[in-house]
């Protein structure tokens, strides 16, 4: 009876071993990208990891942290409300478990402020505005006169990456991560008149120069970069737009940069086909959709077919499927547990919901 027991145990192990391997192989990456929680909320979110996010064959989970993470070497850019070094801990043991990889993001370069507030590293540290005559607005108001989106810091200020590496560093320590998330999405102030170091500078070698600085610093610290893909794609060209893509020449940035740079391509309102850009340009990418559950499950198969058809070297790049959340982790279990009946049918968590029912739907056929 004991060796029919142990029998089973290791032929349920090796099913469930191989299962995993062959989701693994259909699709590497099944991913979430949402805010870090709150201290209040990280027992709930912890929670929704061990009983929501793994069940559902979820192995990446990207947090953007910012400013939520008690930083020791630059304490001035802490939020007064964040998370310890115990509190993150607790984030890298539940990820640890199901073998999630956990990424920490912090946007560089661009973000650095909304329409009407600074974000913390322009507050604490204004000489690194790439753009200080452009004024906040007192209301969120766009299109505005200033044409203000968002501020960036300037790439070339001699103290900038000082800062900027001790926060990177310290991230990769808490979340004990070989990856990190560096932003560089939605750039719009870059080689600016105003700045006396990026003046007259193409704007396309200061975005590259910059992703070559943060990726030489993780290389160093044997980490691996991923960004947003938007920056590296003609707007005009492909059709989208400002956005989800550049109108301001840094696309030519794509021929500039280390390919083993990991691409999250973001489509929010169609499935565009611009993974096979970076595919086709030496890149790993993953596509990245938001809160439209239809085109969700579009995107997904996309990858899916992508990485059945072609040459095998491209195939291979075609690396899976990230779920990005732009509301708080709150809001997220919020709505994941106490949905609302008569809601709006066109949210990231339905979106995200709908592909934990997508991916699970997959591993039972690959069992």
């Known amino acids: ?57 979820f192995n990446m989970l990207i947090l953007r942290v910012e ?34 990889q956990l990424i920490p993001l912090f946007d560089l370069l661009g973000h650095q402020s909304s329409r009407t507030r600074l974000g913390n590293l322009l507050r604490e ?3 690194f505005d790439e753009t200080p005559k452009v004024e906040l607005l007192t209301e969120n108001i766009y ?66 120069e910059e992703v070559r600085n943060i990726h030489t610093h993780l290389k ?24 989800e893509g550049s109108m301001n020449s840094t696309h030519r940035a794509i021929d500039m940069i280390p390919k083993d740079v990991f691409i999250c391509d973001w489509h929010y309102d169609q499935a565009d086909l611009t993974p096979v850009l970076f595919a086709a340009k030496g890149f790993d990418v993953a596509i990245c959709p938001w809160r ?7 995107e997904l198969n996309t990858m899916i077919q992508f990485r059945k058809q072609g040459a095998l070297v491209m195939r291979q790049r075609f690396a899976g499927i990230i779920q990005t959340v732009w509301h708080s982790a709150e809001q997220l279990l919020r709505e994941y547990y106490n949905p609302n009946p008569d809601g709006p049918k066109e949210t990231a968590t339905l979106s995200l919901k709908k592909l934990m029912e997508e991916i699970k739907i997959l591993a039972e056929k690959v069992l």
Request: hydrophobic share 40%.
């Open 292 to 298: 439209k559950p239809d085109i969700t499950v579009t």
């Open 220 to 243: 160093n610290r044997n980490s691996r970069m991923m960004i947003w893909g938007d920056r590296l794609i003609d707007g005009r060209m492909t059709g989208t737009g400002m956005w």
């Open 1 to 57: 009876m004991k060796k029919l027991l142990i029998t089973a145990i290791v032929v349920f192990v090796g099913l469930s071993v191989t299962a995993q391997s062959a989701l693994d192989t259909l699709l590497p990456v099944r991913g979430l990208a949402v805010a870090a929680p709150r201290p209040a909320a990280l027992d709930d979110f912890i929670s929704f990891i061990d009983k929501e996010l793994a069940p559902a064959h």
């Open 67 to 100: 400013y939520n993470f008690a930083y020791e070497r630059r304490p001035e850019l802490r939020d007064t409300d964040h998370l310890t070094k115990t509190d993150v801990k607790k984030l890298v043991n539940i990820c640890k478990k199901h073998n999630i």
């Open 143 to 208: 299109p505005n006169p200033q044409g203000l989106i968002m501020k960036s810091y300037c790439p070339r200020h001699p103290q900038v990456h000082e800062v900027v590496f001790d926060i990177i560093d310290e991230l990769l320590d808490a979340f004990e991560a070989d990856w990190f998330h560096a932003g560089m999405d939605e750039v719009f102030y870059i080689g600016e008149e105003q700045c006396p170091r990026c003046k007259g500078v193409d704007k396309a070698e200061l975005f590259a």
């Open 125 to 127: 540290y204004p000489e």
